[in-house]
């Protein structure tokens, strides 16, 4: 399955998990999706291209309109809004358009005015009937690669072992990787909420053992009934971060 490449690092990054073809016809009759569930298929940054070191199963297909695009689904597509979505899809299938609207000047593509590319969308495109395409990014092993990169790795990691540093486990997946972070960081604010309440309390004891001596000034006793106000209040402000 053919992508741009900077939909091939979203698909790599899990933030595009769909996409959108033009429905095909032959003699007015609308043609099955080509891709099919629970099939696995290369990715190719290009027509001819290389195949990517990773593939992907397709888990979902039907068809809609591109028009009916909800928010959630361009976000799946790997764009921010719906609009950043109309905009790529002009670009990227209205180029006759897109050369007329620049005329003999050519303005860099980057400053087209999206609010245009969205209207230009919504009146040539919006009813296009496409195929809706879900997908997930197959898992396979991951082995830590050299610094060198040998052909084939990918952001520093090799699915093949045999290019991977010598005795190199199987790498975790990126979604194990990002909760174990999770869990260290809890850990860490765990271990630091503690830290802070038992520095609190004992401060809060030293407190009470001075005031209680005989022998103290009141401008020391107003002193220390500061200091207790004082940690009352980061205690609050602590809770609240």
């Known amino acids: 399955m053919i992508f741009k ?4 690092r979203a698909i790599r990054t899990g933030k595009k998990t769909q996409t959108r073809r033009k429905v095909k016809t032959r003699d007015g009759i ?10 696995s298929y290369a990715i190719q940054r290009g027509r001819g291209q290389e195949a990517e070191p990773e593939t992907i199963s397709i888990v979902d297909v039907h068809t809609e309109r591109a028009g009916d695009i909800s928010y ?6 790997g764009f921010r809004t719906t609009d950043d979505f109309k905009a790529y899809w002009v670009r990227l299938y209205d180029g006759r358009w897109i050369q007329g609207l620049e005329g003999e000047n050519p303005t860099p593509d980057e400053t087209l005015d ?11 495109h919006a ?3 496409v195929y809706v395409i879900s997908f997930r990014l197959d898992e396979e092993p991951r ?11 990918v952001l520093g990691y090799t699915h093949m072992q045999h ?4 005795d190199e486990p199987e790498a975790i997946d990126a979604e194990e990787q990002e909760r174990q972070t999770k869990d260290a960081r809890s850990m860490e604010k765990r271990r630091t909420d503690n ?13 009470a053992d001075l005031a209680a001596r005989p022998d103290i000034g009141r401008a020391a006793a107003r002193r220390l009934d500061r200091m207790r106000r004082d940690l009352q209040h980061l205690e609050r402000e602590l809770r609240a971060a």
Do not use: H, W
């Open 5 to 8: 490449p900077e939909l091939v």
């Open 30 to 39: 609308r043609l099955p999706c080509p891709y099919k569930v629970g099939r």
């Open 72 to 77: 959630s689904d361009a976000r799946r597509e």
């Open 114 to 124: 999206p609010i245009e590319l969205v209207a230009r969308f919504e009146k040539a």
């Open 127 to 129: 009813a296009t009937l």
């Open 143 to 153: 082995y830590l690669a050299p610094a060198a990169r040998p052909a084939g790795t």
């Open 163 to 166: 290019q991977a540093m010598p």
């Open 195 to 207: 830290d802070t309440r038992s520095v609190r309390s004992q401060l809060e004891a030293n407190i």
